[in-house]
């Protein structure tokens, strides 16, 4: 199994500075990969991932580049991958304006434009540049989705973005309109005295949401971060957890990070079976691992069990009572993926390292 994503965070500067920030991104946050180190990651990723299909390029905010955030789809695109841009939709602020802006990343290779909003984001930037870039992206032909924080409590919801007058025309008449896609996302806290309510769809009551499933992040997208290092997920909680980070770039190939982290225990179980799962074993192995009541999104779970020490020691101490069926369906499901897409998936199924130092359970 090898990762067929490769995101680029060349900046964590950003024109909104959401409380919910997952990266706390801001527009006080300095310094960005220069453009010719990005475009060399991409081309070594290239020439060394056989299964990369994607090239994603978020943030912070993107569209900061200017033109080098151009180049550098360009240059994915030249090398036949699929590219995406994640956007809070800033630049749109005239129908005109994102048109134009979009046209030129079209032309250089664009494929799919995400721009996310809600209650956090339009503190900084208004509906209507969203509403202005999301049509100039599917009248171009780019599939193009918004996504709108989701949390119970919140003012604005997916609901609004249905409703909004020239998005519902858009998707009702205009021949491009099946491009244009609107979705929830979970909004997940990151500030203790804030509360975002979450409420279970099917019994409309509060509690817990199942997160039993695995990571589709972890291994399968590998990340280049502003400080120039590869990370094996970009979730919600990487910038919080080191293990994440498989090492620096330029004293390290992207071949040898990636073979890193394939040789993971840990990261294939959590790719398996995900981190619920993992946090769960730990607390059957010490009942003292608090198994939290309220978690909606996965990635909450992987910060608490990589940050408590009674479940990293508990996992540590264990781990070879469930090794044997964690890589016998690590190995059953990588073979099922390859026979399903044999571009995808199943070449790098190799046996990680029986020491358990290998998974860096319990290291910084």
Known sequence: MQPSILTVLATYKCTAACKECCFECSPQVQGRIPLDR????????????????????SGGECFLLG????????????RGKLTRTVTN???AHSPEAARKRIGALKEAGLGELNIS??????EFVP?????NGAIAGAELGLTTLIVVEGFENSRFTIYDALAHP???????????????????NIWMPFHQERELRHTDEIYRKPERIPLLGGCDNVLHNMVVTPDEHLASCCGLTMEHIPEMKLGKLGEHSIAELVSRGLDDFLKRWIWLDGPDAVLWFARQKDPRVPYPEK??????ACAQFYLNPLAREAVRDHWREIADDVLLRYELKVRMLARRDPADGGRAAAQPSADPAASRVGHG
């Open 127 to 131: 509906f209507e540049r969203v509403v």
């Open 67 to 78: 033109k080098d955030l151009d180049a550098a789809v360009a240059c994915a695109s030249r």
């Open 117 to 122: 909003t809600g209650d956090d984001h339009q």
């Open 38 to 57: 990005i475009l060399g990651y991409i081309e070594e990723a290239c020439d060394t991932v056989p299964t990369l299909r994607l090239v994603v390029f």
């Open 89 to 91: 939709g800033y630049w």
């Open 166 to 184: 020239r998005l519902k025309s858009f998707r009702e008449t205009h021949p491009n309109g099946h491009l244009l896609q609107i979705m929830r």
């Open 295 to 300: 978690n909606v999104h996965p990635c909450e």
